[in-house]
């Protein structure tokens, strides 16, 4: 097993690829199996920095007023979509394979 320093991933750009920057790793879930931690994906985007500081409410209907809320706005990326071994962060798909992350995920 694979251990990774999670405080030196976040706020890492991802990069497409094509070499495109498409967010940064803002947030990174995971599911416990036994004495360890499973990365299960990486949310990256204007949602997943919302997300990250609990302010998707209020962060929502700002990006309303500014009619930005119906625009994509984030991705959710699976732990098997991203090359993390390299000094850059490198997605192993294509960007329309990715789960967009929308304003309704964050209002749970």
Not at 76 to 87: M, P, V, Y
Request: proline letters at 3%; a neutral charge; glycine letters at 8%.
């Amino acid at each position: 097993m694979v251990e990774i320093n999670l405080e030196l991933l976040v706020g890492r750009a991802v990069l497409s690829r094509a070499g495109k920057t498409i967010g940064h790793i803002e947030e990174v879930w995971a599911q416990q199996d036994g004495p360890d931690l499973i990365i299960t994906e990486f949310h990256v985007g204007l949602y997943a920095a919302m997300e990250r500081i609990s302010a998707s409410p209020i962060g929502t209907e700002l990006l309303g007023l500014f009619r930005l809320r119906r625009r994509h706005r984030g991705y959710r990326i699976r732990w098997n979509q991203i090359e993390l071994g390299k000094s850059e962060l490198q997605l192993l798909c294509d960007e329309k394979e990715l789960a967009p992350l929308f304003a309704n995920h964050l209002e749970r």
